[in-house]
């Protein structure tokens, strides 16, 4: 069986860079109509333009930390291709990294807003639109939920809530819909130019390098692989799943 989600309507949060872009990519290859949410209009309109237009891909400019911009996005999404079948939560931020005698509280809570309650309150938000359709959702988390990673405790902290409380919404949501995690490892994306120097985002990717036993950075197409399978029927049995996608990293 191959994975294809012919005549499916996706929605890519984070959808117009990195591994965001990347899975929308996929998931329109394999048939989907995709819409792609972020705050700046101009990747998300790059996105479209790639995947072929506005049949096949619509663009929303919505913050996800926003109740508001929730309902929008959703709503938009049902206007623009009538309904939802796969919910892809994959905006997040690391907002700051270093010690956490360090971090800030608003930086903490950034974090928490962002990479947590924004995908969780999404998911049951979509849950009335997947349901009728048996549809799925899929997270994108981090390695560094699954271990201590010193600098990273806000990060980690608010991705690791987000495994739990995906876990338990695979149990609610059942049989309906499907929840999946994926953890990447290390890929190369913009996202490192958020919170690193350049001097410092070369050492990083060169640590990747090294430390990764599979020998070099993740591609985003390495995620959006992985995202097309857990989002297709191909995974139809697969629920509640944690799929650590980093060449190997997490072993060390
Ligand atoms: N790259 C890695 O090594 C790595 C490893 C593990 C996990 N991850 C996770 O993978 C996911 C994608 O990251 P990436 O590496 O592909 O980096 P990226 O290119 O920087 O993607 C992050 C995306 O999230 C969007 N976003 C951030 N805050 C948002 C908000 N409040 N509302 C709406 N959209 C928001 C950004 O768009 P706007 O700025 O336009 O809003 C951007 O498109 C993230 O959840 C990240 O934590 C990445």
Not at 11 to 19: D, E, H, Q, S
Not at 87 to 101: C, D, I, K
Not at 168 to 180: G, I, K, T
Not at 212 to 232: I, Y
Request: net charge neutral; with cysteine.
């Amino acid at each position: 069986m191959s994975a294809r989600l012919d005549g499916k309507v996706a929605l890519v949060t984070g959808g117009g860079t990195g591994i965001g872009r990347a899975i929308a990519s996929a998931l329109a290859e394999a048939g989907a109509r995709v819409v792609v949410a972020g705050r700046r209009e101009e990747p998300l309109r790059a996105t479209v333009s790639a995947l072929g237009g506005r049949k096949h891909a619509h663009a929303v400019t919505a913050d996800v930390s926003r109740p508001a911009d929730r309902e929008r996005l959703l709503a938009e999404t049902v206007d623009a291709f009538g309904g939802l079948d796969v919910l892809v939560n994959n905006a997040g931020t690391v907002a700051s990294v270093g010690p956490l005698a360090e971090v800030t509280e608003d930086d903490w809570n950034r974090m928490l807003s962002v990479n947590v309650t924004a995908p969780v309150f999404l998911a049951r938000a979509a849950l009335p639109l997947l349901r009728p359709r048996r549809g799925s959702i899929l997270n994108i988390s981090t390695g560094a939920s699954l271990k201590p990673v010193p600098g990273f405790a806000a990060y980690g902290a608010s991705k690791a809530a987000l495994n739990y409380a995906c876990q338990v919404l695979a149990l609610e949501a059942a049989p309906d819909v499907r929840v999946n995690i994926i953890c990447p490892g290390g890929v190369d994306t913009p996202i490192y130019g958020t919170f690193l120097s350049p001097d410092q985002i070369e050492s990083t990717h060169q640590f990747f390098r090294e430390s990764t036993p599979l020998g070099r950075m993740g591609k985003p197409t390495d995620v959006a692989e992985a995202a097309l399978f857990l989002t297709s029927e191909a995974a139809a049995w697969i629920t509640g799943t944690t799929l650590v996608v980093d060449g190997g990293l997490n072993l060390g």
